[in-house]
């Protein structure tokens, strides 16, 4: 099984809809974070987390929002999506101690 | 505004050629400068991270030059191999790792 595992791997919505995303993680890692990749602008920083209690803003987070329910798991959440929202989005968890960040494997989002 | 500039966006080389990536960065306050590997469908990978404090590290084929004055870094892949072939990102973080920045992103193509 993977360490860091993202639901779901793909999804096709409509504007306005709420969309959630969810990361798990077993690495016993505190820091997950969120990026945003898209073509010619690389992976962006849309929310971090250190532990359940602090969740930080990052460089893009405008139209998102972030809930840590535990220190496994990390959702992401737009709120009513839009089209420029279409994007692959990964999960990551961080090993403090190294600074190596862990990925999932993405999902892909498709906002109509 | 990118504070992690990466060149060139896309990249052909043959087979047992040398694959360079360039990436320049403004804030001297980055202390730590990884580089990730990325094949389709997947999540990136950390492949080797360098420090301020040393210009250059290699791990087998893969070399990090650094040059702190000019405020750049590069990846070197000796031998490429069609195997290389993936996105490769370049990446900063000040202290403590909380947040790291990527740069734009490289496609790498080896052909036979």
């Known amino acids: 099984d993977a360490d860091v595992t993202q639901t779901p791997r793909n999804r096709i919505t409509k504007t306005g809809k709420r969309i959630m995303l969810e990361c798990s993680q077993t690495?016993?890692?505190?820091?997950m974070y969120w990026y945003r990749q898209d073509p010619g602008l690389g992976l962006r920083l849309i929310y971090y987390?250190?532990?359940?209690?602090?969740?930080n803003k990052g460089e893009i987070s405008d139209g998102y929002s972030v809930s840590r329910q535990a220190q496994a798991k990390f959702s992401l959440s737009l709120e009513s999506a839009i089209p420029n929202q279409t994007a692959l989005y990964f999960c990551?968890?961080?090993?403090?101690?190294?600074?190596?960040?862990?990925f999932g494997e993405g999902s892909r989002l498709t906002v109509l | 505004q990118q504070q992690v500039k990466q060149s060139p966006q896309s990249l052909i080389v043959q087979k047992g050629g040398i694959s360079i990536i360039n990436c320049a960065y403004e804030?001297?306050?980055?202390?730590?400068f990884p580089w990730y590997q990325q094949f389709p469908g997947k999540g990136p990978a950390l492949l080797i991270a360098?420090?301020?404090?040393?210009s250059e590290k290699k791990e087998g084929r893969f070399t990090i030059s650094f040059n702190k004055s000019a405020k750049q870094f590069s990846l070197h892949i000796m031998d490429s191999q069609p195997g290389d072939s993936a996105t490769y990102f370049c990446?900063?973080?000040?202290?403590?790792?909380?947040?790291?920045?990527f740069g734009a992103g490289t496609r790498l193509a080896v052909h036979p």
């Open positions: 990551a968890t961080l090993a403090g101690v190294t600074g190596e960040l862990f």
């Open positions: 690495k016993g890692h505190d820091r």
């Open positions: 987390s250190f532990d359940v209690k602090d969740i």
């Open positions: 804030n001297t306050a980055f202390d730590y």
């Open positions: 360098i420090r301020p404090d040393v």
């Open positions: 990446a900063a973080s000040t202290g403590g790792y909380n947040k790291l920045i």
